[in-house]
């Protein structure tokens, strides 16, 4: 239920949650990682959490909070796309005291030379935005606002945070490839991903050639959420340090796609992997 009017700004509920979380201060851990499959949320907590407190759902948002270790960490599933990671970052700063960590572990589409079933770590991010504009620009003489895609400039993540996590990838992967770049987060899967619909006008056919070239080929990953997450992390007035890694799901130029098995092992894996890092980061 909706606080009074006066709350419009922020809303919160009649106990201090905060209105999409569904949380208050105190009940979400200033360690995070957050995952966009709920189901991926249940599993992680179920192998990898002790003490586990009262599960916590609204709004699509799944938070989970235990131990890790005898350290306490939420697991917070978050659905998919930019708005659910702000959802996020905002109402989860607003409800946790100091410094945070927020590493997120999704899935991604890979535009490089690199196998499905490798790993990835985003040492920064692009966003990738469909401009509908484009769609009115006929007349207009300005060509340089008549792009159909923006291709933004690059956000860092947190280096220590990226160091901790290619550290326990490639220690926790021995047979597997973890690599490390540019992250690129667009606000479809599909056109601005650069797949082809031909039920729409998308205008995308050069889009993920303009990607590569216009970063020298170090753009590893295409996902929906990393980018978000960076820029509200280095925006915040109090740290938050961020990262983040994905299990390549998806070659977009060999067109393979991983199979369902070694998704699911992947997840168990990496997310052990990244609550290593989470524990690891110094918050002080
Ligand atoms: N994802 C993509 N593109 C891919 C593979 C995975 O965006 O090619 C991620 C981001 C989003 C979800 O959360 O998975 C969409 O399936």
Known sequence: ??????NANFPVDDRNAVYHLGVAKGELS??????????????????LLEDVEEEKAHRGFVIHTGKYKGVRVSIVSIGMGTPMMDFLVREGRYVVDGPMAIIRYG???SIKDVE????AVAESSILVRRNPDFWHCENNKD?????????SKPVQADKELVGLLKNEFESSF????????IN???????????????????NNEQLIDTIIEKYDNKVNTLEMETFQLYHLATRSKQPIKAAAATIILANRITQAFLDNNTKVKLEIEG???????LIKINLN
Not at 116 to 119: F, K, M, R, T
Not at 174 to 181: F, I, P
Not at 184 to 202: H, K, L, M, N, V
Not at 271 to 277: F, I, Y
């Open 143 to 151: 060509h340089s606002k008549c792009s159909p895609y923006d291709i």
């Open 1 to 6: 239920k909706l606080g009074d009017a006066k």
């Open 116 to 119: 499905v079933g490798s790993l």
């Open 174 to 181: 021995k047979d597997r490839k973890t690599v490390v770049g």
């Open 184 to 202: 690129a987060s667009a606000d479809s899967f599909y056109s601005s991903q650069g797949r082809i619909d031909p039920e729409f006008d998308d």
């Open 30 to 47: 200033s360690r995070i990682l957050t995952v966009g499959d709920s189901e991926r949320a249940l599993k992680l907590k179920k192998e």
């Open 107 to 109: 899935t991604c589409g």
């Open 271 to 277: 997310g052990r992997a990244c609550l290593e890092a």
